[in-house]
């Protein structure tokens, strides 16, 4: 196991604890109650700071900005935490916050997230695996999203929402509401605009599974009765396919915001 790196121009607090085959790059600061686990990698200029955890092979590049206080008037010095997986790229410019208080104390990113530059993920928000922000998406604080969420450059997502597993958020979007899992939304105010069909190929599902989460799409999003009768509906007539039920049991949670709903009928499929 190899020792750490550390270049002569960073400045590593003594409390900090380093993996085997960490390297800090010039003039990174990384602060007293970090934890970089193996292999992880600051390329230069990072700064990781607060009570933050960065799992193994995780790179971060120039400029970014990990585990500093929260961008909340609420946050009064609580000792909250920041957690970031395994294999995560993070880029030049970024910012990602701890929690607070009041959500939960804590900031999750999931493993094998790329989070491009300029992008921002505030506090409390919980990030899924394999997660994939584009330039300059801004994640309030609050926000849930599932695995496999891919977000073009420039959406924002509003605080409090929800993001379904393999949604797929348009760039330039401003997303108020929840996504429903294996959705796709775009525009300002975002709607939902179908399925993620083309990540759903990607991914190798099923094709039959593909269809019925289609022909339930359609059912739950049609203009007939309440869309509570129709998720009821598609809960039995769909009672054995994981899809379907995901979205299902996705609407019929508890949330602070809307389900985000196709502009006319159910547009896009």
Known sequence: MSAPVVHPTAIVANGARLGAGVRIGPYCIVGDNVVLHDDVELVSHAVVEGRTTVGAGTRIFPFASVGHQPQDLKYHGEHSRLEIGENCTIREAVTI??????????????????????????????LGDNVIMANYVGIAGHVQVGDNVIFGGT??????????????IGAQSMVDGDVIPYGMAVGNRAVLTGLNLVGLKRRKFDRDAIHRLRTAYRQIFASEGTLRERVEDAAVLFKDDVLVQDVVRFIAEASDRPILLPRNGHEGE
């Open 97 to 126: 916050n701890p929690g607070t208080e009041g959500g939960g104390m804590l900031t999750r990113i999931g493993d094998n997230c790329l989070i491009m530059a300029n992008a921002h993920v505030a506090h409390d928000a919980i």
């Open 155 to 168: 959406c924002v997502v509003h605080q409090f929402t929800r993001i379904g597993a393999h949604a797929f």
